[in-house]
């Protein structure tokens, strides 16, 4: 066979369907014929799936290798199958192509994409492609499918980075991979900026080793940062970068409420929408209801199903803790267009083609304009459909952020994502890894790894650390034969000692670290409806009830992990908690929010949504004044509780927590005082018990300082030991330091943060120089503080003009900041009682009509449920009343 001929199947299949290649697809296939790797950047429902699959057809369809065809008795007499499968084995294509997803459900998805493409071009006379095949290996594969594959792998395996860990893993797994020709990671900017991508670049670093000639290709459709992203998966090897401009109808509206409340706070909208969400699904076919967090999910889900119960088996749930049934049923429901709605978190964030889906809603802030963007291109999924996303505001303040995300998206502003620098943790356990597939001799790994764009600047010293970490644990663990994972043999060969040692190992790959969870299972029946966080399960007791999978449950008993329920005729129920990221504001979307802040400020109220709030604008503006990107706005205000302080930086909330305990510090440390804090994505508050001259003292946050000295007022201004340690039980977790036990005996979560606090207290007093502790701060500052994008505020802040204004009563942006810090000390009834009185007195003086104390207490419990339990408050993060006295840190401080 020759590529021509896979070619013109190719043209005789598109043709059928009416199809014409796009450049940017013909590009791809170039390229890949040449034996080029590269990054492919297009957009969402463009065709980038058949440009990689096709490309790689093509290339590798006519490959004829010596040996390729193995005689019928040689294949029999070798594994042990019947006669039949021997005969298949001998004419079927090798492993050929790893196709790496970061979910399941685009696993699966991607899997039948796949076989579809190879399934209509076999009969239009590619020959020789009758001999490939697409497997699928993710956790949600059964024992069976593991088996088959154990005796021979598709020509096509459509993966995850951990299962592919695992296969590293094994003691063949030279012999098993080193046909592999080419690696396509699915969705790259998912993975580029966390330690699943780090796990994919070392992965990728040990496949060229065994086959120089491999070719890597990555996908995306938002990614701010191309480069960098291509850097990071190809190394200094370089590659091609493709871009598909394809014309794509996108619409980005906002669902308006009929009137925007002027003294908003978190969620306070809240199921108030429900009517106007109710109404857009009733107008469209189908609809995919995007929320942040689990939490969320479960309750607009509950609501969905009460308001419409008609829509019963027609409207559905879908998220990470599901049951692989039912996540499997919903996502053919969607396939096949039998569902009107489905609400979903990041589940089904990604290249799911779901055909039928002609509407997207994103309840509350996307957060970010690649998200909304990823979540948009899941409604009209294909080449020359329109997408239309719809964001659902939670509070009044979000439908700003509407029109700006609109803005950033036309003008091309996405995110970047920053890949991890140097994560010892996923080294140490990449070492064990290859230790156990066939070994390593340390100085060729090293030139291994460093080929990994994460570790290209990794010293001898933090290898050879790594080295005597995965031998003897660390200098302060050597006495412990559980953690000698990895000693040379007398040919100097690294090889994991113990089968033992290595079962833990294997059970245990992979970096996504979450809470200890419990299987739900119905009493009596033993049907299993997924699993949930035990944190949360453990402040039940038996009657108590809790919403999961859209089910009122009443929970029965608990025993060994599993919590037994069965359903509740009524009640209350509790929302389960999951842990979620805390995700900012990203800098895009803050900025875009600001210059729609700014047009208003102008008095250009010409979209929409600068409309629709355009009452709680001019109050705002009336009463203080509008950011802009030119001016820092700070407000000041005199109460009962005391001197308030509210600053408007618009940088996230993470920036804006580590800005509220710089100021805080560096004011404590001229005159000790007592502050509440309390932080939303728009700005922060600082109240203060005494009087302060709030006036003066608010330079103090951008004096000049360097790094150093920044770095060392933000950590002294937090608890940063106890930050640290939260960071530390991750890392813990992932380099093998913590066991979380064999399948049906996990470890409860109380168990493994004794664990791990142990190990942390035991390094800190015995091994202060431990890398895994440097490491921990090092993440405390990049992702939990986000010191550089501190920094860069703190810059920026520095340029612009103070607008100071002194208050006579709150102002609609700092009304929410106010209630996150009393409706945390309150019941919601007295919180409830508190907000209306605000509200009736600032709607008076405004001349306006105050919400009752029902609305508000209504909305409150709302806000509380669908935020706080997730473990993700939208919109505040209020600190306990504490003294800011200056301290010495308790230990040395890392440099930036």
Not at 1 to 6: D, I, L, N, R
Not at 194 to 200: L, T
Not at 750 to 779: H, I, M, T
């Amino acid at each position: 066979m020759t590529v021509p001929t896979v070619r013109s199947a190719i043209d005789t299949w598109f043709a059928s369907r009416g199809w014409k290649p796009f450049l940017f697809q013909k590009q791809v296939w170039a390229a890949v014929a040449r034996g080029e790797s590269g990054l492919l950047h297009a957009t969402t429902g463009a065709g980038k799936t058949y440009a990689v699959w096709l490309g790689a057809l093509l290339a590798l369809g006519a490959m004829k290798p010596a040996g390729r065809r193995r005689a019928k008795k040689d294949i029999a007499a070798t594994m042990p199958i019947a006669p039949e499968a021997a005969a298949r084995a001998a004419t079927s294509e090798p492993l050929r192509v790893l196709w790496l997803t970061p979910m399941r459900a685009l696993a699966a998805d991607t899997a039948r994409a796949l076989q579809q493409a190879l399934d209509a071009l076999g009969p239009t006379g590619a020959g020789n492609l009758s001999g490939w095949d697409v497997g699928l290996r993710t956790g949600d594969s059964s024992s069976a499918e593991r088996a088959a594959q154990g005796k021979r792998l598709p020509s096509v395996l459509v993966t995850t980075p951990e299962s592919l860990s695992l296969m590293l893993a094994r003691a063949d797994a030279r012999e098993l991979l080193r046909t592999v020709q080419m690696v396509v990671a699915d969705e790259w900017h998912e993975l580029l900026g966390n330690k699943r991508g780090v796990q994919v670049q070392l992965a990728l670093a040990r496949l060229r080793r065994w086959n120089p000639a491999l070719r890597a290709w990555g996908m995306s459709a938002t990614l701010g940062n191309l480069d960098e992203a291509m850097h990071t998966l190809l190394g200094h090897r370089g590659g091609t970068l493709v871009q598909g401009k394809v014309h794509k109808d996108l619409r980005v509206d906002t669902l308006l409420p009929p009137a925007a409340d002027r003294f908003p706070w978190a969620g306070h909208l809240g199921l108030a929408m429900l009517p106007h969400v109710v109404q857009e699904i009733a107008n469209s076919s189908t609809t995919l209801v995007f929320t942040n967090t689990r939490s969320q999910a479960e309750i607009w889900y509950q609501a969905l199903v009460e308001a419409r119960p008609d829509w019963a088996g027609s409207v559905a749930l879908h998220h990470g803790s599901l049951d692989r049934g039912v996540r499997e049923w919903v996502e053919a429901g969607l396939k096949e267009g039998s569902l009107r709605a489905v609400v979903c978190t990041s589940s089904l964030d990604l290249g799911v083609d779901f055909l039928p889906v002609e509407r997207v809603l994103q309840i509350g802030s996307p957060k970010g304009v690649a998200r909304l963007l990823q979540r948009a291109g899941r409604s009209g999924h294909a080449p020359g459909r329109a997408s239309r996303v719809t964001m659902v505001p939670t509070h009044s303040i979000e439908i700003v952020e509407g029109a700006a995300a609109r803005e950033a998206i036309a003008a091309g502003h996405i995110e970047a994502r920053r890949p991890p620098h140097q994560p010892l943790d996923v080294l140490v356990q990449h070492l064990v890894t290859i230790a156990l597939g066939g070994g390593f001799v340390p100085d060729d790994l090293y030139a291994e790894v460093r080929s990994a764009a994460s570790y290209e600047n990794l010293t001898p010293d933090a290898w050879q650390w790594c080295l005597d970490f995965v031998r003897q644990g660390g200098a302060s663990l050597a006495a412990y034969p559980d953690y000698h994972r990895v000693v040379p043999d007398a040919e100097g060969v690294w090889r994991v000692p113990d089968v033992r040692l290595a079962r833990r190992h294997r059970m245990n790959i992979g970096t996504i670290v979450s809470d200890a969870s419990m299987s739900v299972q119905f009493w009596g029946s033993g049907g299993r409806l997924g699993s949930i966080e035990e944190s949360f399960v453990s402040r039940l007791k038996p009657g108590d009830c809790f919403l999961f999978g859209g089910r009122l449950l009443e929970l029965v008993r608990i025993h060994e992990m599993t919590a037994f329920v069965r359903r509740a005729p009524a009640g209350r129920p509790s929302v389960p908690r999951w842990n979620g990221s805390r995700m900012p504001l990203s800098t895009t979307l803050a900025d875009a929010t600001v210059r729609q802040l700014a047009r208003a400020a102008d008095g250009r109220f010409d979209n929409p949504e600068l409309r629709c709030v355009r009452p709680l604008l001019e109050l705002q503006a009336r009463w203080s004044a509008l950011p802009t990107p030119g001016t820092l706005l700070a407000e000041t205000l005199k109460t009962r509780e005391g001197w308030h302080l509210f600053v408007y930086p618009f940088a996230g909330r993470h920036v804006h927590m580590g800005l509220a305990n710089l100021l805080a510090w560096r004011i404590a440390k001229e005159a000790a005082g007592t502050f509440s804090m309390s932080v939303n994505d728009y700005g922060f508050e600082l109240l203060s018990a005494t009087p302060r001259d709030w006036a003066g003292l608010l330079p103090r946050l951008t004096a000049d300082a360097d790094d150093e000295a920044l770095l060392h007022d933000v950590l002294a201004g937090l608890n940063a030991s106890e930050m640290a340690l939260r960071r530390f039980r991750e890392i813990a977790r992932v380099s093998g330091l913590i066991f979380q036990g064999y399948p049906g005996e996990k470890r409860s979560q109380k168990q493994l943060q004794a664990s791990s606090s142990l190990f942390y207290e035991v390094f800190r007093k015995y091994d202060p120089g431990n890398r895994l502790l440097q490491q921990a701060e090092q993440e405390l500052l990049a992702q939990e503080l986000e010191l550089n994008r501190l920094a860069q505020s703190i810059e920026r802040m520095r340029t612009q003009t103070l607008v100071l204004r002194e208050l006579e009563r709150p102002t609609p942006f700092s009304f929410p900041l106010m209630v996150e810090l009393f409706r945390e000390k309150l019941s919601n009834e007295n919180v409830a009682d508190r907000i209306a009185r605000m509200v009736q007195q600032l709607e008076a003086a405004a001349g306006g009509t105050p919400a009752s104390a029902t609305d508000v207490r209504d909305a409150l419990a709302f806000s509380r449920e669908a935020t706080s339990a997730s473990g993700v408050p939208s919109n505040g993060s209020p600190k306990p009343v504490r003294e800011r006295r200056a301290r010495k840190p308790s230990r040395p401080l890392p440099r930036l």
